[in-house]
């Protein structure tokens, strides 16, 4: 008895002396012990969802290190592992077909990329290796079986003046906001020390045909816009998701292109955003105008009919959803943390104040604002402080 005691007395002055990892996370933590009870079970959870509260979860131990926060994240980890197919491909559900793996597999292989970093154990590596490998196959394949072509007025105001040489740049068969994911999830092998070739040269391959697509005014059209009319539309929420792609690869690479990209989307976006905070969801092409009540420009807010992507209601009034206001907050929080400046952000975050209900890019936004490192990848460090909290537990489990 007298041994564990001492060994109790021992783990409280490591607890007691060892500092937080990084800076205090106060709000990420208060808004994750109110939205916890909410969460659905992890085995019965939307892939998407996992991965967004894993990378959410990982950093916030970091900060502020728990060892049931660290379970928390672990089992999110373990759960896309366990819907990671052979052949690298991520299931959005177990028991489902996937509507767009490209998505999911991207966010896959940024969380078993993070999850190797995390812990060190190489199974996550592995993993994120076939992701990364899928995606690349993905993307050769997509390449080759589309055109360059996308013969269209409004491509003349792309960075490439619509000078297409590939298809990965052609609104006709591609959408940025795929594109992004897809360059998210590739680059983060890199960033997180998994491997550098050859997913280094694909980031950068992808953030450069973003670059190419960007519009002068900093935004991108929904894209695949021959197969569906709406999307010459351009989305808040679709920005932001072509952002990410950006985002990594600034972090991988520190070029300049991706960080003048990034700041003129934020240019965009703080275009979409009105006096109070709120931001509109979609900039609806004139072509699709006739479809919105009358109102003095073309920013609405939208909500899908049927859950089918080529017929949009749109709305005059910004509230009736957060989705424009949560994409916001979480672009502006990438752009933050590269270190660059975010006029209007904070605007946004007080409308928010206590409507927030809950929003994995929220959450995630909290993180990464301020604390995720850009440079350089390092393996997560032995946390004394997180390893006494867990022996603690174990001991009072086992008395």
């Not at 995390?118 to 076939?130: D, K, L, S, V």
């Not at 996308?150 to 006709?172: A, E, I, K, P, V």
């Not at 998210?184 to 960033?191: K, V």
Request: glycine share 8%.
């Amino acid at each position: 008895m007298r041994r564990y005691v001492t060994t109790f007395l021992l783990a409280m002055l490591i607890v007691g002396f060892c500092p937080p990892v990084v800076a205090s996370t106060t709000e990420a933590t208060s808004i994750y012990e109110r939205t916890l009870s909410i969460w659905d079970p992890v085995a019965e959870e939307d892939g998407i969802n996992i991965c967004y509260r894993f990378i959410f979860l990982m950093y916030l131990d970091m900060n502020e290190p728990s060892y049931s926060v660290q379970q928390k994240a672990l089992q999110c980890a373990d759960a896309i592992l366990l819907r990671t197919d052979k052949n690298g491909e991520v299931k959005r559900y177990l028991d489902k077909e996937n509507v767009n793996s490209k998505l999911i597999t991207g966010l896959g292989a940024w969380v078993l990329s993070a999850a190797y970093w995390y812990t060190g154990n190489t199974t996550y590596a592995e993993a994120a290796i076939r992701c990364g490998d899928f995606l690349i196959m993905e993307m050769d394949r997509w390449e080759k079986t589309y055109p360059a072509e996308c013969n269209d007025t409004r491509c003349l105001n792309q960075h490439n003046g619509g000078f297409n040489t590939s298809s990965l740049t052609s609104y006709y068969w591609t959408s940025p906001n795929d594109l992004g994911i897809v360059g998210l999830g590739i680059g983060a092998l890199t960033y997180y020390g998994v491997a550098k070739d050859p997913y280094y040269g694909y980031c950068i391959k992808l953030a450069d045909a973003l670059y190419d697509m960007q519009l002068m005014d900093g935004s991108w059209h929904d894209g695949y816009a021959l197969r569906i009319p709406t999307r010459w539309d351009r989305s808040v929420h679709y920005v932001t998701m072509t952002m990410m792609g950006l985002w990594m690869a600034y972090k991988i690479s520190a070029g300049t292109r991706y960080g003048n990209a990034l700041e003129d989307a934020w240019g965009w976006l703080l275009g979409m955003q009105n006096h109070t905070g709120a931001v509109y969801d979609i900039w609806v092409d004139d072509a699709n105008i006739y479809k919105a009540p009358l109102g003095k420009d073309n920013r609405y807010d939208f909500l899908q009919i049927g859950k089918k992507t080529d017929e949009k209601e749109y709305f005059s009034e910004p509230y009736k959803t957060y989705l424009g206001e949560f994409s916001f907050i979480l672009a502006g929080a990438m752009v933050k943390n590269i270190g660059f400046g975010t006029p209007g952000y904070s605007l946004t975050k007080d409308y928010l104040g206590g409507r927030i209900v809950f929003s994995n890019w929220y959450l995630l936004a909290t993180i990464i604002e301020n604390e995720e490192e850009v440079r350089p990848v390092r393996k997560r460090p032995v946390n004394l402080k997180t390893l006494a909290v867990a022996f603690c537990a174990s001991l009072c489990r086992g008395s």
